[in-house]
């Protein structure tokens, strides 16, 4: 399959901007995508970039997309401890239905 | 729409028992994935179907689990018998063409 990956964990201070960071192998992905779980939750779609588009911003969200160097990573502006959650990054390819999920980045917001 | 639905919540058994989760995809998508998560292995994909059909079960993990999708609107993952290292959370979730998965909120299961 294909290789997504991620940093385990992530610890930042309230109000300062989280970057999470994500690499994937898949050339030919057409959606990536970041899932958010909180504890004892299901995963919860956050924001999704087609391949052919550099960044999308959504309120705190901002994805940024690097094609070339298969990068992909969520930034969150003023981080609040509600952000505290593990974040998956994924991608879907072109050639079929399916899905491939990174580790997970455990981030820790710090009061 | 109420979203993937999964049923049980939780769910505790004891080791050699059958155990059979249940989900309920989105109206209009055409992709059912089953999902095992432990903290050990993290989220593994188990099966997925598309149009009702299995199309690639190679996460199954032994002849143990086994997965139906008898309609669009229906899909059971059951385990037998159940062991201990079964006990895990299996997500269910759906997708139209392939894009934008959307996840059940999760079985936790723990086989004792």
């Known amino acids: 399959g294909e290789d997504v990956e991620q940093s385990l964990f992530l610890s930042v201070r309230e109000g300062d901007s989280s970057v999470i960071n994500c690499t994937y192998t898949?050339?030919?992905?057409?959606?990536l995508y970041w899932y958010k779980q909180e504890p004892g939750a299901g995963l919860q779609l956050l924001t999704y970039?087609?391949?052919?588009?550099d960044m999308k911003q959504d309120q705190r969200l901002t994805v940024l997309l690097n094609k070339k160097d298969k990068h992909l990573s969520l930034r969150i502006a003023d981080t609040q401890t509600g952000d505290s959650a593990i974040y998956f990054c994924?991608?879907?390819?072109?050639?079929?239905?399916?899905?491939?999920f990174g580790t997970g980045t455990s981030l820790t917001v710090i009061p | 729409d109420a979203g993937v639905i999964q049923s049980p919540r939780h769910e505790v058994t004891e080791m050699g028992q059958e155990v059979t989760l249940r989900c309920k995809p989105i109206?209009?998508?055409?992709?059912l994935f089953w999902y095992r998560q432990t903290m050990m292995r993290g989220l593994e994909l188990l099966i997925y179907?598309?149009?009702?059909?299995?199309?690639?079960d190679s996460g199954m993990p032994e002849d143990r689990f086994s997965a139906k999708m008898p309609n669009a609107s229906f899909s059971t993952l059951k385990i037998q018998p159940s062991e201990p290292r079964d006990s895990a959370v299996y997500f269910c979730?759906?997708?139209?063409?392939?894009?934008?998965?959307?996840f059940g909120q999760g079985t936790r299961l723990t086989v004792v």
């Open positions: 979730a759906s997708t139209i063409h392939g894009q934008v998965a959307i």
């Open positions: 898949d050339s030919s992905s057409t959606y």
């Open positions: 970039i087609f391949s052919n588009m």
């Open positions: 994924a991608e879907s390819p072109n050639t079929g239905n399916q899905f491939y």
């Open positions: 109206s209009g998508h055409n992709s």
């Open positions: 179907f598309n149009n009702n059909v299995p199309i690639d």
